[in-house]
């Protein structure tokens, strides 16, 4: 597998809190995405960066920011949780015209 | 929007009958790519058709990309319980980003 993790793996929170949700690479691959995951619905883009400090949205990006201050690291933040915002995310890596590379995802739960 | 369709959401199997998924794109894609999700895990890249027509194969896996590049299948020959999973199409979004639009996959049980 690629050089990609995730952190946390596992989180629980309340409804209005902030989360932030880390992807880490190794493989210093330039596109990094960020989805979610839910029953019914496949894989879903909420953001994508093409380099440090270049984002941009994807289909369900309501709710969600993100940054990209370093190659490596694509943060993804929650700043105020809501119920439909419980899901696994998953973040992953790309160089142009390849394939994408996933990470182990995130499962959030907010009660 | 641009969409990609994936059928059957759901199938299952006796092990050793054979499985084929098929997804279809309202618009012409450069290129189709497929992924498959082990229960509990991540999406992993199988593989990436760019011709018109196109056959690959993958031991018992045969990929299809279809004349006018707006539909491919996935056809498995008999199915182990390895095969286990969902498998997914995606193609390019339009204006030839980087972003990809993903089918809802395929859920493929097997019973052994």
Known sequence: ???????????????????????????????????????????????????????????????????????????????????????????AISEPYNEQFFGPGTRLTVL | GQQVMQIPQYQHVQEGEDFTTYCNSSTTLSNIQWYKQRPGGHPVFLIQLVKSGEVKKQKRLTFQFGEAKKNSSLHITATQTTDVGTYFCAGPAQGGSEKLVFGKGTKLTVNP
């Open chain 1, 1 to 91: 597998d690629a050089g990609i993790t995730q952190s946390p793996r596992h989180k629980v929170t309340e409804t209005g809190t902030p989360v932030t949700l880390r992807c880490h690479q190794t493989e210093n691959h330039r596109y990094m995405y960020w989805y979610r995951q839910d029953p019914g619905h496949g894989l879903r883009l909420i953001h994508y960066s093409y380099g440090v400090k270049d984002t941009d949205k994807g289909e369900v990006s309501d709710g969600y920011s993100v940054s990209r201050s370093k190659t490596e690291d694509f943060l993804l933040t929650l700043e105020s949780a809501t119920s439909s915002q419980t899901s696994v995310y998953f973040c």
